[in-house]
């Protein structure tokens, strides 16, 4: 920058300890990749001659920079089957309620990281977050975090990258985090994951969030019950006929039994049970529970006509076996003793508890059954004097060696009867003829 004035004729003069002010803009200065140096460098220079002496004079004066590298970081959070589940229409639903969760935190900028911290705080009032942990750059073993329960909140310090020579978290490194969800019931569970840092170069201030969301499930259970010919019978009951009776007119049938998990839970604590008013008695029921290859025995109790059967793999207190969502198990009993005076009910029940939720869970499903009345009938016949002469004691005597003879039909069972024949055979002297009936349908 010249000034003009003082180089004319008559020039202008830099007084003997005057000054006066430069200024200019500088953009575009690299970003430094060490910890030292400059990546930019200009030097102003000043000249001038004497107005007195004409002696020239002159000075430099050089100006350093650089830009510090620009400090990034990122966490991402999944369940352990890879769900990032970022928002609630995206979040998976827990057949248990549980799941681990993985946290990936990344040094994602070109500055190294010091006073490195995790986070994870729960926003809703369903699921916990137990046991956060992270290994951070360097270590062999995970540093716990501490659990602020009024807060519902986790902090994981990375104690080495604080101080007067913290260590810090290189540029692209990586350090993984775990927690373990459990208690997602009835609401949908959120909690975020927060990281946060200080560019070591730059002295940044960084920070990246990612949620995590889960649906609750919805623990639920069916029985479904069956006679041998596919009767489910559980409103009005079923007559047992045929081969379904014995010689004593009693009726029997074995029945089949299949429980199912039609929720979105796992259930626990699973018992089935079969108890039985009127007629009839249920035996040698059994259940064949998922996964096992023998089926279980029931126990019974007499005086109350019940059955149970209870899966006592689920019901442990550690890691209990799980009736899984969608699956189902059979169960049979034998049925036998139907007499014609009572109708049978036999009610089975099933019970369980959402493995996560806590939930109770039950259903159950009747089985009626009856045996219909034996059919009878009974005929009377008199002659015209009213005698029915049974048997050859009660021979009658007829003078002109004929009579007319009435018969009297009754239906003496308990039901209606069909394909009704009335016929009379001689068996010896004289001729039964013209025998007719007058039936109900006149």
Known sequence: VRWEKSFAAQPAVFAKGASFTCSADLSGVPVRTGESGSTHQDTASVEADGA????HTSDTDPYNAHRPPEPGISVDKKDKAGNAADTADAGPLLARGQTDLVFTVRNSGADPLKGVEVVDETTTDSGTVESMQCTFPGENAPTAGVYDAKAKKWTVKWAASFGQNPKTFAVGGSFGCTARLTGVAATVHTDKAITSATGALSGKGVKDENPYNAKPPSPKVSIV???AAGNDANTGPV??????LDSDGKGSTDLKFTVTNPGTEDLKQVVVTDATS???TVESMACTFPSENAPTKGVYDAASKKWTVKWDASWKDADPAAFAAGASFPCTAKLTGVTADQVHTDTSSVEGVGYGSGKNVNAEDPYKAKVPPRPSIDIE???????DADTAGESAMLPNGSTRLSFTVRNTSGEAEKNVVVKDVVAKGGKVSNLSCTFPDG
């Open 52 to 55: 007195i002496s004409g002696l």
């Open 225 to 227: 019950k069956k006679d």
């Open 239 to 244: 007559n047992l006929l045929g081969k379904n």
């Open 278 to 280: 009127g007629s009839g």
């Open 381 to 387: 016949k008199a002659d015209e004097s009213g005698r």
